[in-house]
């Protein structure tokens, strides 16, 4: 029996949401990477304008040092996708972790320089491209 729900949605075009609910352990945290491999395909095979992907763990009631563990994997799979990873809603869990789990839920530490961005078929990557020498 799962003790924990994830729900994804697109608040925004530019934004994808991975909502965890209940225990965050090695289960969630193996859903969660298997719900971003899938994300990750969408993009890599149709492209998207997706530019930051979000974890919300407002809803989690409990997390493991293992189950966290799986957020540094996520973040590679998202950065290799150019866009930024962030965790949200976690403050109420800082003080029921392990202390070794504790910079896994720091917000802001999963930005990524970016790689090469996500893109619609046919269009080249977001933004300017700098000028040879600048």
């Not at 994804?8 to 969660?32: K, M």
């Not at 395909?41 to 974890?55: E, I, K, R």
């Not at 949200?88 to 790689?115: C, I, K, M």
Request: net charge positive.
């Amino acid at each position: 029996m799962n003790d924990h729900l994830l729900t994804a949605d697109s608040p925004r075009a530019d934004t994808y949401r991975v909502r965890v609910s209940g225990v965050f352990d090695t289960a969630a945290g193996a859903h969660l990477l298997r719900q971003l491999d899938a994300w990750a395909h969408h993009v890599d095979t149709h492209g998207g304008t997706t530019q930051t992907v979000v974890a919300d763990l407002t809803g989690v009631t409990a997390a493991s040092l293992a189950g966290l563990k799986a957020l540094p994997h996520a973040e590679r799979t998202v950065g290799r996708r150019g866009c930024v990873f962030d965790v949200v809603g976690a403050d109420h869990l800082l003080g029921r972790v392990p202390a070794a789990a504790r910079p896994l839920l720091r917000p802001g530490r999963r930005t990524l320089s970016p790689g090469p961005a996500s893109r619609r078929p046919g269009t080249g990557p977001r933004g300017p491209v700098p000028a040879a020498g600048v």
